[in-house]
């Protein structure tokens, strides 16, 4: 299905971003490789089709937005994927960044809070042939009965790290989680030392849609 969706102009479009993700600093040809290959614009609404490969955030519906292709990258070369890893992604979404992901060969496990949204995404990323293990519940809570996991992709905005998701990390584990309440957060990088220790660091300012608990979702 991707070859009818993905025209030629789709696909030098996509060249043109990578040109510009690497002009901001993203230096993972893995990662940069893999946005060249997913077509960004079959995430999104007709409305937004022709800036669907514009460094910018667009709304997908349900409150959520679709990250900037920069952020995509910054997180996901923050993560310094392996082949072997086994990765949990809070907050699916319409499901691009868990395209970006499984590009880069690593096996997803991915929650999302918003039925609808998760709906819609399971049913859309198997068609563009993408397969994944999709989760419909609390972020916070994470998947529990699948960790541990080596890396940790959380796509909105916590108050603090969940203890529910550091206790699922492996040792030597690395999540990229944005911290903070209010209109800006900044993007942490935590990895596990042991079952008592972390090693966190701070990257950096950025806007995500705010990461909510409730009994139904995150």
């Given at each position: 299905m991707i070859d009818r969706l993905d025209t030629f102009l789709h696909k030098g479009k996509?060249?043109?971003?990578?040109?510009?993700?690497?002009?901001k600093g993203c230096t993972d040809e893995n990662v940069l490789a893999a946005i060249n290959k997913v077509p960004r614009h079959a995430f999104l609404d007709s409305a937004f089709l022709n800036f669907a490969y514009d460094d910018e955030a667009f709304p997908i519906g349900e409150?959520?937005?679709i990250s900037?292709?920069?952020?995509?990258?910054?997180?996901?070369e923050l993560l310094k994927l392996k082949k072997t890893d086994k990765v949990l992604e809070i907050g699916t979404?319409?499901?691009?960044?868990?395209?970006?992901?499984?590009?880069?060969?690593?096996k997803v496990y991915t929650i999302e809070r918003q039925q609808k949204l998760y709906e819609k995404t399971r049913v859309l990323l198997p068609k563009l042939g993408y397969t994944t293990r999709f989760f419909?519940?609390?972020?916070?809570?994470?998947?529990?009965n699948h960790a541990p996991f080596d890396k940790i992709i959380v796509t909105?905005?916590?108050?603090?790290p969940p203890d529910a998701l550091l206790k699922q990390m492996a040792l030597g584990a690395i999540m990229i989680i944005p911290i903070g309440k209010g209109s800006e957060q900044i993007m942490n990088v935590i990895i596990k030392k042991s079952d008592t220790q972390f090693e966190r660091s701070e990257l950096g300012k950025y806007k995500f849609v705010p990461m909510v608990k409730s009994k139904s979702g995150y």
């Open positions: 996509r060249k043109n971003l990578v040109e510009l993700l690497r002009k409150g959520q937005t900037h292709p920069s952020t995509v990258a910054f997180q996901t979404g319409c499901g691009y960044q868990t395209a970006v992901l499984l590009e880069m060969g690593v419909y519940g609390d972020g916070y809570e994470g998947l529990p909105a905005a916590a108050p603090y």
